[in-house]
């Protein structure tokens, strides 16, 4: 990967708190090069409604051949049978058009928009735990 992503924020996290260390970064890697495309994590541990935020990046070489619908599968399949987790959530930049595609064939409601300090406009969409099952367990 060309820069660290999401590390800059995770380690320092995970050295305060070791335990939330389980909710942080994956590296998303080809099966047959065992190349890292990509990485995911959750933004941290439930919180106290029991919301589930994840953040994804796929390196530019490797967009659009599915990484990133499986690895959301993955690891939103993973965490709703964590104790606590009753929600999932997506934010993405609505010009992120394939981001937005991804998480739309989700069946992800948009519920509105935020201002990230760090990458402006986001839309906000979510889906609950028990929907999720429903779907796709």
């Known amino acids: 990967m060309d820069e660290s992503g999401p590390l800059r924020w995770r380690v320092p996290q995970v050295k305060s708190d070791p335990s939330v260390n389980k909710w942080f970064v994956r590296w998303i890697v080809e099966k047959t090069s065992r190349e890292i495309v990509g990485s995911v994590s959750f933004h941290g541990p439930p919180d106290e409604a029991g919301m589930m935020e994840i953040g994804l990046g796929v390196h530019p070489d ?5 990484y990133a619908t499986e690895t959301l599968t993955g690891m939103w399949s993973w965490v709703v049978e964590q104790p606590g987790v009753q929600s999932l959530r ?9 981001s937005v595609a991804v998480v739309k064939k989700f069946g992800f409601a ?3 928009q935020q201002i990230d300090p760090e990458d402006g406009p986001e839309d906000i969409y979510e889906m609950s735990a028990n929907e999720f099952r ?4």
């Open 110 to 112: 948009c519920l509105g």
């Open 90 to 98: 997506y934010t993405v930049s609505p010009d992120n058009v394939a």
């Open 62 to 66: 490797f967009q659009r051949r599915g």
């Open 134 to 137: 429903r779907r796709f367990s």
